[in-house]
């Protein structure tokens, strides 16, 4: 049989080649589109449907789910920038923002890195640390109101310990309510990414931490001088998450203060669901969902070109 | 390591858009409105007028109906028993009803009705966007109804008055009146060797007199939500004639100056210590378990507490009275708010299309002995006449019948207050429970607050 085929020239051969590579190409090409068209649909329906709405709604005045919208251009954007309570806003999630972000990562790195060492009893504190993530954010709120009443948890224990001077309504007062919302943030925010840390983490080669013992070096240089070095990028993912999540998040508010007293805990995120779904102006509240959108991108690339350096 | 760079971004970005965009509504975002524009109409749909098409007398009817009278609530039984005895008269009609938390109806039935899945009837508090629903088509008006089904002339007028739109259209049919006064624990009283105050000349004096014997601040209000926010409303509005409150909380003139002295008034007694310590931080649960456990001498709670079971062991120590006046107050007697806002039915288009089975379970439910039932309850009745012995009513309950002979009620503000300023004036009371806010520092914040909306 091998000996009674005939001999194809050459050209042809090499003809029918470049027809099969075409072929296969496209045939490629096909087999690509349909692996990523259910995707990119589910993208384009969920995703980039609702965001392009949002942009439309933020030309709209629209005061109930129940009546029709009005187109009016720019109008929302403008008394947005008049509007002494974006200022506020602003202002108060800017400080959220630091102090969630200064007072939760740093540590949970560290959690992360002593969890990575896999001393005895890590997988018990691993799961003690998840566990404020695996509470429903009711129930967690619950549970602050009972730690902050004027009776509570927190003016009890400092009441035993013989600091009743340093007792607070800590909800009730402006100079301590934001700090109180802040300060759950920070302890369940250490706990959850010190997890994500500790994944991250448990990828690095040990030989890097034993040469680097050999050496002489203690956890502590390991740590800041190895394991971080090596972990920016990720840091940098970490940051932009919990970035995220207090940027656009109010629930604490919504559950435990209304943002305030007076102003005290209004920020962005609380004013952007007050707008939506209590004071019923849904195309300003989409106007201020413009406004934290671009903030989040803009600062999402700054912390990704920061890391970035660092990486290189 | 760009394109690594690049992709991340991209990938971030996508996320950041999911996360931001979750905090709107962009669900809802393509929901057509219940009435398709037409061209050239005006923007508002209009609500129908003409009662729609009754369906066959006879034919199966579900009515499915959304309240918030469940199992923990007093009125939870009585309402029960109305609808098996309903349903017992009226075999071919089955009630299906559904519970929700009170504060999540009003955005429930609105997103359901941009769908038409809203149920036929809502049983609802006045206030907030829920004034709108009869202009924005999510309610039918009632007037015709009540002349027709025979309602006419048996409703108070104080509550259709409640219910009255400015243009005469009565939004839905009133239920739920309530009063609202301020709870004296006599036994604590009678400790401290005080009787009722009817001056906050009096009320301050007792404030010293029970700090002095280590009782605290005699008044217990939940500063922290909107609980306490209406004991601020019933202070300042005791310094106010009702058409100044109308000025002031409704278009927000709050240089008026007996609204100014109505703030003042509130900072002179929190300064004076009438309230609890920490009464900033105070929430309705705890001022509520607090007062139950008769460790307060005085609280501010409705009418839908007279029967709660906590109150049975302290109620024969309580006595019913308004809150006292300071000198310039335009009221004769202390005072204390009462209203039909607490509960209205409001019958939706989907309701208007099984329109006779609404209109027999209306007037099956507004039979003097059916709302007897809810009385026995609490309730205060919207009808002019109920079958009722008084002896037989619970202590508190009897006690809140004589409230009007011996106390002065103010405007209820909760169709007065625009909704736009409802959340900013919560949190400007509950700051103004704090030491050291000032009546100009909360002027001022009402005053921005009404300017805001404008």
């Not at chain 1, 075409?22 to 090409?29: I, L, V």
């Not at chain 1, 962005?268 to 019923?280: P, V």
């Amino acid at each position: 049989m091998i000996h009674s085929e005939k001999k194809i020239p050459i050209e042809r051969r090499i003809f029918s080649n470049a027809e099969y590579g075409r072929h296969n190409a496209r045939r490629r090409r096909v087999t690509f589109i349909f692996l990523v068209a259910p995707a990119l649909v589910w993208f384009l329906s969920f995703m980039l449907w609702p965001l392009l709405n949002m942009f439309y709604i933020s030309t709209t005045s629209w005061d109930s789910l129940n009546v029709p919208k009005k187109f009016i251009f720019l109008d929302n954007f403008v008394r947005m920038f008049h509007d002494p309570k974006v200022a506020i806003g602003l202002h108060n999630t800017g400080i959220y923002l630091l102090a969630g972000i200064l007072g939760v990562i740093p540590f949970a790195f560290m959690l992360g890195f002593f969890l990575s060492l896999r001393k005895p009893g890590y997988r018990v504190l691993r799961t003690i640390f998840f566990s404020p993530a695996m509470l429903s954010i009711a129930a967690l709120a619950m549970i602050f109101l009972g730690v902050y009443r004027p009776d509570g948890m927190l003016n009890t224990f400092l009441n035993a310990i013989g600091l009743p001077g340093l007792t607070r309504v800590w909800l009730g007062n402006q100079a301590t309510a934001l700090g109180a919302l802040i300060a759950i943030d920070i302890w369940g925010g250490i706990g959850f990414n010190s997890v994500l840390f500790f994944a991250a983490l448990a990828n690095l080669p040990e030989e890097l931490y034993e040469a680097a013992m050999l050496d002489g070096a203690g956890y502590w240089t390991i740590m800041w001088k190895i394991a971080f070095p090596l972990m920016t990028d990720f840091i940098g993912l970490v940051t932009i998450l919990q970035f995220l999540g207090i940027l656009s998040g109010a629930a604490y508010q919504i559950l435990l203060t209304g943002g305030g007293p007076g102003t005290a805990t209004f920020t962005l995120g609380y004013y952007l669901y007050d707008q939506a779904f209590l004071s019923h102006r849904l195309g300003y509240s989409q106007a201020l969902g413009v406004m934290v959108f671009i903030i989040g991108i803009v600062v999402i690339v700054l912390i990704r070109r920061t890391t970035s350096r660092f990486t290189a | 390591m760009n394109k690594k760079i690049f992709s991340m971004t991209i990938a971030l970005l996508v996320i950041a858009s999911m996360v931001i965009t979750a905090c709107g509504p962009a669900a809802t975002a393509t929901a057509a409105p219940t009435t398709p524009p037409q061209p050239g109409a005006p923007t508002q749909p209009p609500a129908p007028t003409q009662p729609p098409v009754p369906t066959a007398t006879n034919a199966p009817v579900t009515l499915t109906i959304w309240h918030n009278w469940g199992p923990d609530d007093t009125k939870g039984a009585p309402l029960q028993s109305v609808f098996k005895d309903f349903m017992a008269a009226n075999p071919d009609i089955t009630i299906k009803d559904s519970v929700y938390v009170d504060a999540d109806i009003p955005l429930k039935v609105e997103t359901a009705s941009t769908s038409n899945q809203e149920p036929d009837l809502v049983f609802s508090v006045l206030f907030d966007g829920v004034l709108d629903w009869t202009n924005n088509g999510v309610s039918l008006p009632v007037n015709d109804y009540i002349k027709q089904w025979g309602l006419d002339g048996k409703l108070t007028d104080a509550a259709l008055a409640n219910f009255t739109q400015a243009d005469g259209k009565i939004r839905a049919f009133p239920l739920e009146g309530f009063t609202w006064p301020i709870w004296y624990n006599m036994k604590l009283f009678n400790q401290a060797g005080l009787d009722i105050p009817t001056t906050t000349d009096q009320l301050i004096a007792d404030a010293k007199v029970f700090r002095d014997k280590g009782m605290g601040g005699p008044i217990i209000a939940s500063g922290i939500d909107g609980m306490g926010g209406a004991l601020f409303n019933l202070i300042v509005e005791s310094m106010m004639t009702d058409e100044e409150t109308n000025q002031s909380f409704g278009n927000g003139d709050w240089t008026i100056p007996d609204a100014i002295a109505g703030v003042k008034l509130f900072v002179q007694l929190r300064d004076a210590g009438v309230f609890v310590d920490g009464v900033e931080g105070v929430d309705y649960a705890s001022g509520d378990s607090r007062f139950f456990a008769g460790s307060v001498p005085m609280a501010h709670f409705g009418s839908w507490s007279y029967t709660d079971p906590a109150v049975t062991a302290l109620a024969p120590d309580i006595k019913l009275a308004g809150f006292p006046l300071a000198p310039g107050s335009p009221w004769k007697h202390p005072v204390y708010f009462s209203g039909f806002t607490a509960k209205g039915i409001f019958i939706t288009p989907n309701g208007g299309a099984k329109i006779d089975a609404v209109k027999r379970f209306i007037q099956f439910l507004y039979q003097p002995d059916m709302i007897a039932r809810f009385v026995q309850v609490g309730m205060a009745p919207p009808l002019k006449s109920i079958n009722i012995d008084k002896s037989t009513l619970p202590p508190l309950v009897a006690a809140a019948l004589d409230l009007s002979s011996i106390g002065d009620t103010p405007t209820v503000l909760d169709t007065i207050v625009p909704a736009a300023v409802g959340t900013d004036m919560g949190r400007i009371t509950q700051e103004a429970f704090a030491p050291g806010v000032t009546a100009d520092k909360i002027l001022a914040d009402l005053t921005a607050a009404y300017a805001a909306i404008k």
